[in-house]
T-cell receptor, first 114, second 112 residues
Framework: GPKVLQIPSHQIIDMGQMVTLNCDPV?????FYWYKQILGQQMEFLVN????????KSKLFKDQFSVERPDGSYFTLKIQPTALEDSAVYFC????????????FGPGTRLTVL | GDSVTQKQGQVTLSEDDFLFINCTYS??????LLWYVQYPGQGPQLLLK?????NKGISRGFEATYDKGTTSFHLQKASVQESDSAVYFC???????????FGTGTTVSVSP
């Protein structure tokens, strides 16, 4: 079936540094999402993105976070600067417009902030 | 606000056992309730969708139903196989249908 790719699978950085998480969504999907999962807790919605704009964001989507998809390339989540509490697995997802319930998820990027 | 609660953290079964997982939900709107499954090393994938219109969803031998009276929804399978070992998440569509709220997940382990 359709696959979402995430690069890298694991990233270790020092607190205060910038990090960019990359997502290659399903090719004909136009809605993109990021979710955050801290170990042992539930996956929580961060943001969704459509037509070059953030449509919705949660309170977890801090000012240090930003998303973009320049020229149809990777859909990215940037954190600048990072904090210890940003350590988590970040899942990217995509969906067709109007089929928000059927989101296709990538395998996740495990971010460790030291 | 909208929420889902999934209390069963771990379920251990043998092949051909009956599987039953329960979630409760809270929402002010007509719910679209989902079950996602996550296999090791992969992201979650949609298994079943249940709405107030259809009350029940069936896929790959799994059946999902919901009970409006108790605001709960269930996932069941009559006879599990070792390949069904995975983490199962219940989820709710919210925010005008633009995001998902997930439960904490139930790890199902099936031994041969």
């Amino acid at each position: 079936g359709p696959k979402v790719l995430q690069i890298p699978s694991h990233q270790i950085i020092d607190m205060g540094q910038m990090v960019t998480l990359n997502c290659d969504p399903v090719s004909n999907h136009l809605y993109f999402y990021w979710y955050k999962q801290i170990l042992g807790q539930q996956m929580e919605f961060l943001v969704n993105f459509y037509n070059g704009k953030v449509m919705e964001k949660s309170k977890l989507f801090k000012d240090q976070f930003s998303v973009e998809r320049p020229d149809g390339s990777y859909f990215t989540l940037k954190i600048q600067p990072t904090a210890l509490e940003d350590s988590a697995v970040y899942f990217c997802a995509s969906s067709l417009v109007g089929q928000i319930y059927e989101q296709y998820f990538g395998p996740g990027t495990r971010l460790t902030v030291l | 606000g909208d929420s889902v609660t999934q209390k069963q953290g771990q379920v251990t079964l043998s092949e051909d056992d009956f599987l039953f997982i329960n979630c409760t939900y809270s929402t002010t709107t007509y719910p679209t309730l989902l079950w996602y499954v996550q296999y090791p090393g992969q992201g979650p994938q949609l298994l079943l969708k249940v709405t107030t219109a259809n009350n029940k969803g069936i896929s790959r031998g799994f059946e999902a139903t919901y009970d409006k009276g108790t605001t709960s929804f269930h996932l069941q399978k009559a006879s599990v196989q070792e390949s069904d070992s995975a983490v199962y998440f219940c989820a709710l569509v919210y925010q005008g249908g633009r995001a998902l709220i997930f439960g904490t997940g139930t790890t199902v382990s099936v031994s041969p």
